[in-house]
Nanobody, 122 residues
Framework: QVQLVESGGDLVQPGGSVKLSCAVS????????LGWYRQAPGEQRELVAQ????????????NYADSVKGRFTISRDNAKNTVFLQMNSLKPEDTGVYYC???????????WGRGTQVTVSS
């Protein structure tokens, strides 16, 4: 049974930092592309960051939504079957439920976690 469990969501002041984790089980972690998405109230779910599966000796390449470039960093630990999202310089518009996703190919819908809430507010 595939499971993705997010953790680390919090209430944080603007300018603060949060690190999200997503523990993945039930699949061959290193073969999957991993992503973080967020959904704000009344908005569609959007891709925040994605890291590809390992290719050769590389740990995978990352790409980011323009709105988070330079502030967020996605990483993966293939030994621990975990993907992370380090979020710095947080803004109120970063508020939302953050979801972890694992997909075998870029075009497939993949597997989803249940999400973790991040609220950026003073």
């Amino acid at each position: 049974q595939v499971q993705l469990v997010e953790s680390g969501g919090d209430l944080v002041q603007p300018g603060g930092s949060v690190k999200l984790s997503c523990a993945v089980s039930g699949l061959t972690f290193s073969l999957y592309h991993l992503g973080w998405y967020r959904q704000a109230p009344g908005e569609q779910r959007e891709l925040v960051a994605q890291i590809t599966r390992r290719s050769g000796g590389s740990g995978g390449s990352a790409n980011y939504a323009d709105s988070v470039k330079g502030r967020f960093t996605i990483s993966r630990d293939n030994a621990k079957n975990t993907v992370f999202l380090q979020m710095n310089s947080l803004k109120p518009e970063d508020t939302g439920v953050y979801y972890c996703n694992a997909k075998r190919t870029i075009a497939s819908p993949g597997w989803w976690g249940r999400g973790t809430q991040v609220t950026v507010s003073s």
